[in-house]
């Protein structure tokens, strides 16, 4: 950040580079969009652009970057809960919209069938229960266990204090824990 704010543009590519996947996963996590989370990368990066005079490094980067990209994010949700009509960027009910896209290849089919049928079902499984943890812990657990942040630089960008994170985190973990407690002896015997 020190060269990009000395003018140095290659800099901000490096930026680019280092910070766009993991914010696009915090922002899609988030938003429940890729469009959107595309959105909301794009403006965060835009703001950095337009506000690079500004930044203190009394903080790190990503700490700057992760408070952008999350208030972008609950903006985005103030204005689509305002929305009286659905977005047209929105996934169809039943709509997978994770499968190959034209020119990809699937990989052949595993041997087992049955664990790769179970793997789909807990991911499936996961991915909701992970969507109905209460906003204030999903966003602490996806910057925590998607992003990897550390909890003292979550606690800046949310905006409270260390260990109201880790009670956030704790809740989220016990919600999943009891939401996902089904597949406690498949996963038994798994090992």
Known sequence: MLRFQSGDRSAFALLLRRHQAPLYNFALRHLRSGPTAEEVVQDAFVRVVQSVAEFKHEARFSTWLYTIARNLCIDH???SALRRHPSLDAPKPGDP??????GEQTADPAPDVERSAAAGEIREQVLAAVSDLPDDQREVFLLR?????PFREIARI??????TVKS??????ERLQLALSDFEEYA???R
């Open 77 to 79: 949700l103030r204005k």
């Open 97 to 102: 919209g994770g499968g190959p896209t034209l």
């Open 145 to 149: 266990e998607v992003s990897n942040l």
């Open 158 to 163: 949310v905006g409270v204090p260390e260990n």
């Open 168 to 173: 956030r985190m704790r809740y989220a973990l």
């Open 188 to 190: 038994r015997a798994l």
